[in-house]
């Protein structure tokens, strides 16, 4: 049995083609699944008997299960636990900004990359998810909320770039004209930095945004944050970003995660300056979510003022990420562990 909602467009005509049908019923089928968002082949109402038949006996039409909806007092944010159809499960969040809502989805059932503050590696990597997968966070929330999805970043569970062909194909159902066509400038892509899908995706004509999680300024301190940096050299990393941007002309965000007393210190900002000054870039500061399993402690609030103070004032572009969603399960992967543990003690 095929994908079906894993096939592009032009996949689609082809498959229409070989089945006697004609082109533009692949259209009707693409607007199916990925525009009017329905999961079941018997809504596909404009389409023959025949047809229908035939695509019932020859492919899948994926569909997410929510299993646990937390949504947050403070802020509207909405967590989501949703099960695959092989039974794993994933977690996905809703967050409602003034300028509209976005949608932080995951791109691996766990992932095998080892940072140090993150809950989402802890129990390794399971598999990739499919391209339909990766959609199907989004339109389940966006039929959840009964509102419009403006922007996607895939920032959840799991290393993007280590599901690489799966990113490409979720970005082109994403943004192609007859699906939900949501604007490559408005998804964005976070990876912990392997440098040569960096420089591969650079070459892919796409006008996504990239985020690199550096979380250090220096090669030594990063490497004691997360394992990846034993393969790739911050300096190997940065040269990738600058190859992305002179490429792309798209500038790169750089998530930078606050742990207290680790990498937030007046000496770390002077760092930072010295590495990104040169480069056409906008730093996400983030305060660490603390897990339970490590030690890492928050900085203080008034630290975290400080350091941005001090990079602004050497005209850095930065932003404090707004802390959304802390009275639920919010940082990356603990629901989806939360719900593996509670799972566990049964
Ligand atoms: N693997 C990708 C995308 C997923 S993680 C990546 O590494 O970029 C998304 C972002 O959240 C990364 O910057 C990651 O380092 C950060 N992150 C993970 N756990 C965190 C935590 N507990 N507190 C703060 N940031 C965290």
């Known amino acids: 049995m095929t994908d079906l909602k894993s096939q592009t467009l032009t996949e689609l005509q082809k498959e229409m083609e070989q089945l006697g049908e004609k082109k533009f019923r692949a259209k009707q089928l693409y607007s199916w699944m990925h525009e009017k968002l329905v999961d079941d082949f018997d809504q ?31 802020d509207g944010t909405a967590k989501f636990l949703f099960q695959l159809p092989d039974g794993n499960v994933i977690e996905s969040v809703l967050m409602r900004y003034h300028h509209g809502n976005s949608v932080c989805i995951s791109s691996q059932v766990g992932c095998r990359m080892g940072c140090r503050f993150c809950a989402s590696t802890l129990g390794g990597l399971t598999r990739g998810l499919t391209p339909s997968e990766m959609l199907e966070q989004i339109y389940q929330i966006q039929k959840w909320s009964e509102e419009r999805v403006h922007n996607v970043v895939v920032m959840g ?19 192609t004209e007859g699906g939900l066509h949501i604007s ?79 990498n937030d210190t007046r000496e770390d900002a002077k760092e930072l300056i010295r590495l990104l000054k040169p480069l056409n870039c906008h730093v996400n500061l983030i305060p660490v979510n603390p897990i339970k399993e490590r030690d890492y402690v928050e900085s203080k609030h008034q630290t975290v003022i400080n350091f941005k103070n001090y990079l602004e004032k050497s005209g850095i572009h930065v932003t404090i990420r707004r802390e959304l969603g802390r009275d639920i399960d919010g940082a990356c992967g603990q629901l989806r562990k939360s719900y593996m543990d509670r799972e566990e003690e049964r």
């Open 44 to 74: 596909m109402t404009n389409l023959p008997k025949g047809l229908l038949t035939r695509l019932k006996e020859n492919y899948t039409l994926t569909r997410l299960v929510p299993l646990e909806v937390q949504v947050s007092k403070q």
């Open 157 to 175: 569970t799991g290393e993007p770039l280590d599901n690489y062909e799966t990113l490409l194909r979720f970005i082109e159902l994403l943004s």
């Open 184 to 262: 490559q400038r408005n998804i964005t892509v976070s990876t912990c930095g392997i440098v040569p899908k960096i420089k591969e995706l650079a070459k892919e004509n796409l006008q996504i945004t990239l985020a690199l999680s550096l979380h250090a300024p220096t090669q030594e301190k990063r490497k004691s944050l997360m394992p990846i940096a034993s393969r790739y050299e911050l300096s190997e990393v940065i040269e990738a970003c600058c190859y992305y941007f002179n490429k792309t002309k798209r500038r790169i965000t750089f998530e930078y995660s606050l742990v207290g007393g680790i």
